[in-house]
């Protein structure tokens, strides 16, 4: 199975916030910082968890200001 991606931009300075607002939805998906600087992240979830993790990352932004975008190689699948 292949997961699924978006990127995510936050301030940096709210990546361990993010961090730990998404482990408080266990399993959802998991994420890995592309670029320190701009805090560019890339969250990968299971596409069966498509509509947890689009949810979760909906209320995570209610704490922390973020922006969505789809991740550039998935229409390459």
Known sequence: MLSSCLLIRI?????????FLLEAYEH?????????????????FSPDM???????LKEIAQSVALT??????????
């Open 11 to 19: 301030c940096p300075k709210d990546i361990g916030l993010f961090r």
């Open 50 to 56: 498509e509509v947890q993790a689009r949810t979760a």
């Open 28 to 44: 959802v998906g998991y994420f890995s910082v592309l670029e320190r600087q701009t805090a560019l992240l890339k969250f990968v």
């Open 68 to 77: 969505l975008e789809e991740y550039p190689f998935a229409a390459a699948r």
